[in-house]
């Protein structure tokens, strides 16, 4: 994967640096990050809250600009790629528009981008199978549970084919049973998809089940402290949680933490 | 659906009983005030419920008549009053500075009391029409720009984060995002203005008009007791007048934005 990663970076960040300015303070939010992920690699950011790991996944959308450094993402900059629709991204609550079927919220982007209507039905259904919700694309996003509605919102972030999917804590307000189930699913999908996913998260152990490496941040300032590789093999299975394995990963990650 | 019905019935029936014994208690008042207090003018004070019920129905033609034509004015003036309610409420929310601009004055609008600026409103255009359609289209204007304004800028700050992922032209958020999701607010504001527009409607037949509910209702205050009936018919019209445009303006809401909340069956939520 590192090879690979020489190679062409899908995104790279150089020097990023990010400052507030409060009434109060000066905040220092992330200071000197650099890294690189490849194409097609599955990466998390993880770190406790206050640590920039949303702020570092925004910078990449574009949502907002760094004050220092350089962000690259698909060989453009970041307003660039936005521009180009290189990205899809999955928000912390599904943001779903409560007056959208639910396959009228996953075609969205394809609306915007001017899709035909018949294109787009088709490519509602075929998302909706491949985040297993057939059968629902005629219901209003308030019929569906928490974790039901997270899969549409990926699947809204698929359906324009992104090269990137974006996915800030996409998980953390469900219950551990769905949150593990999902990504199981998550993993299946990205092995359908192939597309380059950067996951924020606050638990070691999804990181570790998900990525190929984990990027662990640690707060004041925010700073990348750590780069894990994950040498699990793949594909994932759910009974790997339970192996010595991944319990090193843990206590190494967890000793990766500073000023924590 | 079952539960839906139930819910109906439950309701149904208190309401029922409630009306009941409010037009008995009416009734016995009425009476009493007539009969054994021997009040001067006891019918002009509370009329028996069923005499004015009689009225209602022998001169039904002429106050539906006139109702029409009160309504149809006021409903003129309630569309033209919100869409440029509307429209204010878009412009306000592109650019602070005309929301710093217009806001000021249409709360100051708001400020000149309506019996006072109907007459002067009259004056100037010396049509009854006209008239009703100005202060009704004026009195519906404030409350649609402050709802929708408000609606407009209440969106969920992900959802225009998501539009601007999306790299959205600007009139895509407002048409996709913007306006659906302040339609609940619109309606409130509708909802609010579609009665006073009537009522505001009747206010400037009162300054002296030919047709409408006011004209007549003005007419059978002035010819005194032997006209109490009618009048209270009058009354009666017109408060059902507003009643109708609320209750057609929920009607629209629920064909236009059934999404909402309040909507959804009971129990069905996640």
Not at chain 1, 239 to 254: G, K, V, Y
Not at chain 2, 62 to 74: D, K, Q, V
Not at chain 2, 136 to 151: C, D, E, K, Q
Request: proline share 6%.
């Amino acid at each position: 994967m590192s090879l690979v990663a020489a190679k062409i970076p899908e995104i790279q960040l150089e020097h990023v640096e990010m400052r507030y300015q409060t009434e109060t303070a000066d905040v220092l939010a992330l200071h000197q990050v650099s890294l690189d992920i490849a194409k097609g690699e599955f990466v998390s950011l993880l770190g406790p809250s206050g640590c920039g790991k949303t702020t570092l996944l925004r910078l990449m959308a574009d949502l907002i600009t760094p004050t220092a450094g350089n962000i690259m993402v698909a060989g453009k900059n970041a307003k660039e790629a936005r521009l180009a629709q290189k990205y899809g991204i999955v928000f912390q609550s599904p943001v779903l528009y409560d007056w959208r079927k639910v396959k009228h919220n996953i075609t969205l982007p394809l609306e915007l981008l001017g899709v035909k209507k018949s294109i787009r039905e088709d490519k509602a259904l075929e998302l909706l199978d491949l985040v297993g919700l057939q059968g629902f694309a005629d219901k209003y996003p308030w019929q569906l549970s928490g974790g039901m509605q997270q899969r549409v919102a990926i699947a809204r972030a698929l359906s324009m084919e992104p090269e990137i999917l974006l996915m800030d804590e996409p998980f953390s307000a469900l219950d551990e049973f769905t949150r593990e189930r999902l990504n199981e699913e998550l993993l299946s999908v990205w092995s359908k998809v192939q597309s380059t996913i950067v996951f924020v998260t606050h638990s070691i152990p999804e990181s570790i089940f998900l990525s190929d490496r984990v990027f662990v941040l640690s707060p004041h300032p925010g700073r990348l402290s750590a780069v894990v590789d994950i040498p699990l093999p793949r594909p994932r299975t759910a009974d790997m949680r339970n192996s010595p394995e991944f319990f090193e990963l843990i206590a190494r990650i967890r000793d990766s933490f500073e000023g924590v | 659906m079952k539960l839906n019905r139930a819910l109906m019935r439950n309701r149904a029936l208190p309401l029922f009983v409630w009306i009941c014994g409010l037009l008995v208690l009416w009734e016995a008042v009425s009476w009493w005030l007539l009969h054994v207090a021997k009040t001067p003018l006891a019918q002009s004070k509370l009329p028996y419920v069923h005499e004015v019920a009689l009225t209602l129905w022998q001169y039904s033609g002429t106050l539906f008549r006139e109702g029409g034509a009160t309504f149809g004015n006021a409903g003129v003036g309630f569309l033209i009053g919100a869409l440029s309610g509307v429209l204010l409420a878009v412009l306000m929310s592109l650019s602070r500075t005309i929301e710093q601009l217009a806001f000021p004055y249409a709360v100051a609008s708001q400020m000149i009391p309506i019996l006072g600026l109907a007459p002067i409103i009259y004056g100037i255009m010396r049509d009854e029409q006209l008239s009703r359609i100005i202060i009704s289209g004026y009195i519906t204007f404030f409350p649609v720009a402050l709802n929708m304004l408000r609606g407009l800028r209440s969106v969920d700050p992900s959802a225009l984060e998501l539009m601007h992922s999306y790299a959205a032209k600007p009139w895509a958020v407002y048409w996709k995002l913007r306006f659906p999701a302040a339609l609940p607010g619109l309606f409130s504001g509708l909802k609010i203005a579609a009665p006073l527009a009537v009522t505001g409607a009747i206010l400037v037949e009162l300054m002296g008009a030919q047709r409408g509910i006011g004209v007549i209702m003005l007419r059978n205050l002035y010819y005194g007791p032997s006209h109490t009936y009618m009048f209270w018919s009058t009354v009666l019209v017109g408060a059902l007048l507003g009643m109708a445009s609320y209750w057609l303006m929920s009607l629209v809401e629920r064909l236009v934005a059934p999404w909402q909340p309040e909507f959804r069956p009971q129990g069905g939520s996640r």
